[in-house]
């Protein structure tokens, strides 16, 4: 807690000063794009669960590789294929030092964190399930860690549970534990809510499934930028997240698995690389992580997600996690003052994102005034459906934040937030 020598009033809500160990002045001038203006007026950029801007040394990390030592990966013996795949490789090992995994050879380069989701449905999933068997998910899931196990379920007659959540979007871990038999297979949960916000005890969830022999994914495409994720204490057994949340190219991600798994798992797609032979009689496959890495693979994203990491790491996430935690709560208070707004989601722990509505104005209408006045947010359903029904709204305005954003933006989007209830008043 701040002293409230730590803390100044602007006569609405307590509002905390940025700490002097954080420098968020300095941090936003790594990020160019802050600088511009929307509008006629300095971009407020509050859309980060949606896409994260890049940091300086991302974008130079990719201009250097097509300037200095663009060429293809592996088997290369010139100089340029060389250097490529050093850096390449480099990424790879610096991802799973991230996360804590055992080995580079856990580490699968994929497009993003769909794609991983969907690799473990076919590659593990569909070999292992059986009719009658289980795949747990929750209420708060994205599509993209619900469609893949729908689709599961159709090719092998497994059935889709659904752990619920209470009124403020909490994950309800008894209603799990009550969902959990020796049926259930798979346990698919996200550890952040891009819709709400919502952390969930992945540690427990784990621990839970394992007491019943079924294998546990966690999509941390929420979670990774937010705070420190270690993998082998949570002991999930698959890990996704996506690199552009967290400061890193588009089109780049990460699957995460057990090495044993990964070796008893089937190739989710066939062609280059991913080959140590190939006649018309047999193909033998190529060892980890190459197996799972068909064709060329996004080079320049996997560079651009070492040199993110890398960031990252410099900056410290337990910093990282501090600051957003003030950003939250400063943003949640200031939200709450505003009688025409209801909050979406008020769970005990949370990521930096508030979702809201704002009484007798459509959640577009409200996007499409901040953005009039330099303020970007989310609008709509989040890729999150089920969630919205369960509060019984069709969409949401969305606020989520980075270290990047400050205490005087949150100040901008609320005064938007008026402005737009003045034009519909």
Request: net charge negative; proline share 4%.
């Amino acid at each position: 807690m701040q002293s409230k020598a730590e803390q100044v009033n602007d006569g609405q809500a307590t509002r905390p000063i940025e700490a002097a160990s954080f420098d968020v002045e300095r941090i936003r001038k790594d990020f160019p794009i802050l600088s511009r203006t929307v509008n006629g007026k300095p971009l407020v950029y509050l859309d980060n669960a949606a896409t994260t801007q890049k940091p300086s040394v991302v974008t130079a990390s990719i201009c250097h590789l097509h300037e200095s030592t663009n060429a293809n990966i592996h088997r290369g013996v010139h100089r340029l294929s060389i250097e490529t795949t050093q850096a390449y490789e480099k990424a790879r090992l610096r991802v799973a030092r991230f996360i804590g995994a055992a080995s580079e050879t856990e580490i699968i380069f994929v497009r993003g964190a769909t794609e991983a989701i969907n690799l473990v449905a076919q590659s593990f999933g569909r070999p292992n399930l059986i009719e009658g068997d289980e795949i747990i998910v929750s209420n708060l899931e994205h599509h993209a860690n619900i469609v893949p196990w729908q689709i599961l379920c159709e090719q092998t007659g497994a059935r889709l549970r659904v752990v619920p959540v209470d009124d403020d979007g909490n994950f309800l871990l008894d209603e799990y534990q009550h969902l959990l038999t020796q049926k259930t297979k798979i346990v698919a949960i996200l550890q952040g809510s891009n819709a709400l916000g919502t952390v969930v005890p992945v540690h427990a969830v784990t621990r839970m499934a394992h007491e019943y022999g079924a294998k546990v994914l966690i999509d941390g495409a929420q979670a990774v930028q937010h705070h420190e994720v270690d993998v082998r204490s949570i002991d999930c057994d698959f890990y996704v997240f996506s690199g552009h949340k967290m400061y890193a190219p588009s089109g780049i991600g990460i699957l995460y698995a057990k090495e044993e798994l990964l070796d008893a798992m089937p190739p989710y797609q066939g062609g280059g690389e991913m080959i140590k032979s190939v006649t018309f009689e047999q193909t033998i496959y190529n060892d980890l992580p190459h197996k799972f890495e068909a064709g060329t693979p996004n080079i320049e994203g996997a560079i651009g997600l070492g040199a993110a990491i890398e960031y990252l790491e410099n900056v410290g996430l337990s910093n990282i996690a501090a600051y957003e935690d003030k950003l939250l709560d400063y943003a949640t208070t200031r939200l709450a003052e505003i009688p025409e707004v209801r909050l979406i989601g008020t769970a005990k722990e949370k990521v930096s994102v508030v979702s809201f509505v704002v009484e007798g104005i459509h959640p577009h209408d409200i996007g499409t005034v901040l953005d009039q006045e330099g303020v970007a947010i989310r609008t709509g359903h989040h890729c999150a459906q089920p969630i919205m029904q369960r509060f019984g709204v069709p969409a949401t305005a969305r606020a989520s934040m980075s270290f990047y954003n400050t205490h005087d933006e949150i100040d901008r989007l609320i005064d938007a937030i008026h402005t737009a209830i003045g034009v519909f008043a």
